[in-house]
């Protein structure tokens, strides 16, 4: 059991505190993605190729795992208005040091400094599900996802357009005063919380991977995870160097605008939002990973034609979307510790875009674009796996720990509220 403090009262979650929640979520993650629509004028920069280029995205991932593991756990020991704003706060400073990056070796340094420096979404999410009353809390988890993937997808859009107006460090720079803002905004709405368990920093981390061991549902959502991620990784990170190369040859601009038609993705988060409410998670999860599987498919077409390239993009953003949300409404019912389960299943979430983001440039190296859209493929086949053991082998919604329906949450900000998602029970298709 993981060590609680007593009830405090519950806090008010309103749909304004909401939307700012999402706003600065998406504004902080951005940060990890601002380089990938720019690697061919990175590797131009520092003189080099476009496997050593791509090392830099998996860099702000390999930091943004570290930060999951080291940083994300302290949400469930220490009041978390004061940790988000920190995190904020160092954000600035190491996006200042990418700015200013003499070289190709500082500037991956400061990436894996950003990634770290980039989890307060991961600290906010948690907060919001404490927050949240449990019939809506697949909802709400799904608004703060699509701030969360607004993030994503305008930061590859924004980065291209800064970087044709004002050079591609401009965008680094721009983030980093606009982290200061944020701070300053998040300690004035974010509420104020009774004083955390006080857990050993040791046994605080540990317990992530202990969860990961003893919780058989959070395992397998954390593979469907990896997977997802390490395709949809797989496919962004080789696009601009596909978008800047023959036959298109599209300035920064216009490769950063392929951001916006992750647009579809966001309608799936709301989709999947509320089907996870209504225990519907089976079905979507599967449906999700066809759709992104099936994504590779078009993607390969677009090698030489756009038409099938776009289609390919926005339906590998709305596969991927329907696993993420669905992933996350399920983990919360895992565990009350919600930071610490956030903290195992985003950084198996993050080792496995790592893994396809690493993959996809030395892939793309030697075999091109149909290499990566083969890769892409193998990742979505894993992902199919897993979304079919939901079938094969159901698990219990709720883990051996977690409080039935109408136990109150100990140790966070809700109280005395029903949870009607918590009770062991197989997931619904």
Request: glycine share 12%; with cysteine.
């Amino acid at each position: 059991m993981v060590p609680n403090a007593g009830p405090t009262p519950r806090l008010v979650l309103t749909n304004r505190l909401v939307t700012v929640m999402a706003i600065a979520t998406g504004a902080i993650v951005a940060n990890i993605y601002y380089a990938q629509p720019l690697l061919h004028q990175v590797s131009l920069a520092f003189s080099v190729g476009s496997g050593a280029a791509s090392l830099v995205v998996t860099c702000a991932q390999v930091g943004y795992a570290a930060g999951l593991v080291l940083v994300v756990p302290l949400g469930d020991r220490h009041p978390r208005r004061t940790l988000v704003v920190g995190i904020f706060v160092m954000n600035a400073a190491w996006l200042a040091l990418a700015g200013a990056a003499p070289g190709l070796v500082v500037f991956e340094i400061a990436n894996v400094a950003i990634g770290a420096a980039s989890v307060a979404g991961q600290v906010m999410i948690p907060f919001a599900a404490d927050l949240a009353d449990p019939a809506r809390r697949g909802r709400v988890v799904a608004r703060l996802m699509t701030g969360l993937l607004i993030g994503v997808l305008g930061a590859r859009t924004v980065a291209g357009l800064v970087a044709q107006v004002a050079g591609w460090r401009a965008i680094y720079w721009i983030s980093a005063g606009l982290m200061l803002v944020f701070a300053v905004v998040l300690r004035a709405v974010l509420p104020a919380e009774a004083p955390r368990p006080q857990v050993p920093y040791r046994d605080l981390v540990g317990a992530s991977f202990s969860l990961l061991a003893t919780e058989p549902l959070l395992r397998r959502r954390a593979f469907d995870g990896a997977c997802q991620f390490a395709a949809f990784s797989a496919l962004w990170t080789s696009l601009a160097f596909l978008l800047s190369g023959p036959p298109y040859h599209y300035s920064k601009a216009v490769i950063g605008l392929f951001g916006l038609l992750g647009i579809a993705g966001v309608l799936a988060a709301n989709v999947a939002g509320r089907m996870a409410d209504l225990e519907r998670t089976r079905i979507v999860t599967t449906v999700a990973a066809a759709v992104l599987t099936a994504s590779f498919g078009l993607l390969a077409l677009g090698r030489t034609s756009v038409v099938p390239l776009l289609f390919g993009v926005l339906i590998a953003d709305v596969g991927a979307q329907g696993v993420q949300i669905t992933n996350q409404a399920i983990i919360y019912t895992v565990s009350e510790a919600r930071s610490r389960v956030t903290s195992a299943y985003m950084v198996c979430f993050m080792a496995g875009g790592a893994l396809g983001s690493v993959s996809s440039g030395l892939v793309y190296a030697a075999y091109g674009w149909d290499g990566v859209c083969v890769l892409g493929t193998g990742y979505g086949l894993l992902l199919m796996v897993g979304a079919l053991a939901d079938y094969a082998r159901p698990l219990p919604a709720g883990g051996a720990d977690a409080p039935k329906a109408g136990a109150p949450i100990p140790g966070s900000a809700t109280t005395g509220s029903s949870d009607n998602e918590t009770g062991a029970r197989p997931i619904s298709g």
